[in-house]
């Protein structure tokens, strides 16, 4: 069976740093794209990074240069290390998988497998 989840979220200030971890498991995580999204109240849920099947990576304009995914075939995970956090960074961050082999599509219809969800807030 597939299953996705991740962790890490906290309540952190503005310019501290959080890595977030994503397990899967039930497919070949290099044959398929995994994707960050987060979404904060009110709002639509928004693509951050993704990491194709290639482990070639692709971000968000917000976290650009702040932003670092990463995976660990071996281990079944990928991680999005989060630097220089903002209170724009505040949501809940999912990690999800690709529907498709090799694809790292930004809309979130393109994802069939989600995980539950982990809170990060950035307040000072």
């Known amino acids: 069976q597939v299953h996705v989840a991740e962790s890490g979220g906290d309540l952190v200030q503005p310019g501290d740093s959080l890595r977030l971890s994503c397990v899967v498991s039930?497919?070949?995580?290099?044959?398929?794209?995994i994707g960050w999204f987060r979404q904060a109240p009110g709002k639509e849920r928004e693509a951050v990074s993704c990491m194709n099947w290639r482990a070639e990576p692709k971000y968000a304009g917000p976290v650009k240069g702040r932003f670092t995914i990463s995976r660990n075939l071996t281990e079944n995970m990928v991680f999005l290390q989060m630097n220089d956090l903002t209170a724009e960074d505040t949501g809940v961050y999912y990690c999800?998988?690709?529907?498709?082999?090799?694809?790292?599509?930004?809309?979130?219809?393109?994802?069939?497998?989600w995980g539950q969800g982990t809170q990060v807030t950035v307040h000072s």
């Open positions: 039930g497919f070949p995580l290099n044959y398929y794209s």
């Open positions: 999800a998988r690709s529907s498709t082999y090799s694809t790292c599509a930004r809309d979130p219809n393109e994802y069939d497998f």
